[in-house]
C-alpha cells in the first residue's frame, strides 16, 4: 500500500494540529483523510456560535490561515469588534471581520435546524476543503478549566486570563449527555492509520477522548496508532499544557503525555531534544521515533508528516506478515 492508498483519521485540536495537518495533506490522499475534531472550546460571542479549533483547521487546510497567529484569517481586519466596543463591555476574544462571515452562516444554520456536522461539512467544501472534517460531537460540551480565580469556560482561561493560574481541575461540561457525532467511531474504527497531532492532550484531545466510546474504538482498531508530542524539551511550542498537566498532577514531559494515551499508543513520535527521555518511554511498550518535530514552514510540517505516515506503514506491514505467520 502506498502513502497515496492510506485511509487516514486524526484526532485534533488547534493550532499545532493544523501545522501537522497542512503537511500531512501534501503526503497523502487528502480525500482519503478525516480529522476528527476537539469542539470543547465553542463558545458564544455576541450570540454567535464560534468553533475556534474547527475554523482554525479549516482555513489552514484552506491556505487562507493568518500564518503568523496560527487563527483567523489572513489579512484580517477588527472594525467590527472595534465598533462592539460601543455597546459591550467585554470585547477580548479577536473575531476578524472576514471570519465573522464563518459564526454568521454557523449561527444561522444551527437555528434552522441542521447540526454541527452538516455545517461543518457545509463550510469544508465552501472553502474547498478535501479532507472530511467532523466535529468531536453534535452535542454541546464545553471544557472549564478551574483555577484559583475558579472555574472558567475555555476561552475565558485560554484568551481573557492568558492561561495563568494554578489549574486545579479541568472539566467538559455536557460530557454525560453527549454522544461522538455520526462517523467518528467508524473513522477510528476503518482506517489504516491513525495519528494524534501534537495537541494538548488535556484540552485539545482530552474532550474527544472522554466522549463515550471514542477510547474504546482507539484501542480496538486494528490500525497502528501514532502520536506526535506537543511538548518540546518539556514546555509546549504555544499554550498553557505544561500548566495544565502540572496542575492536574502529570509530569511535565513526553513520559507525562504517553501515560495519557498508553492504553490505545503503538507509536510516539518525540523531538530530538527530549531523546534523553527514550529509555522510560520504552518501559512502556511503545516504539518510539526521535526527530525535529518543530514546524516553523511548511517542508518542516511535511517532512515531519512523512516520518509518521512511514512509521504507520511499517507498523501495518509487520503486522501483516504477523498475522501471516500466526494462519500458516
Ligand atoms: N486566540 C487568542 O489567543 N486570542 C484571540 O483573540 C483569539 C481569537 C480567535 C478567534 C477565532 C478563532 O477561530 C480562534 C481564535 N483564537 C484566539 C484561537 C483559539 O482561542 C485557540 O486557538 C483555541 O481555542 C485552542 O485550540
Known sequence: MTSRDLTVTALAGGVGAARFL??????IDPARLCVIINTGDDEEFFGLHVSPDLDTITYTLAGAIDQNKGWGLGQETFRC?????????????????ADLATHLFRTQQLRQGKSLSEVT????RAWEVQATLLPM??????????????????????????GEGQVQKVEFHGLATASPAPGVCEAIRSADLLI????????????ILA???VRQALRETQAPVVAISPLVAGKPIKGPADRLLSGLGIEVSVVGVATLYRDFLDTFVIDSQDANHCARLQQEDLTIITTDTIMTDLEKSIALAQVVVEQGRKKRRTRTEERGLRTE
Request: charged fraction near 15%.
Open 81 to 97: 469588534l472595534e465598533a462592539l466596543q460601543r455597546y459591550y463591555a467585554e470585547t477580548w476574544f479577536g473575531l476578524g471581520d
Open 22 to 27: 497542512r503537511g500531512l495533506v501534501r503526503v
Open 196 to 207: 494524534l497531532p501534537p495537541s494538548n492532550p488535556i484540552v485539545s484531545i482530552g474532550p
Open 211 to 213: 466522549l463515550p466510546g
Open 137 to 162: 460531537s453534535n452535542d454541546p460540551v464545553r471544557t472549564v478549566v478551574h483555577t484559583e480565580a475558579g472555574a472558567l469556560p475555555f476561552q475565558a482561561y485560554f484568551v481573557k486570563g492568558q
Open 121 to 124: 461539512a457545509t463550510i469544508a
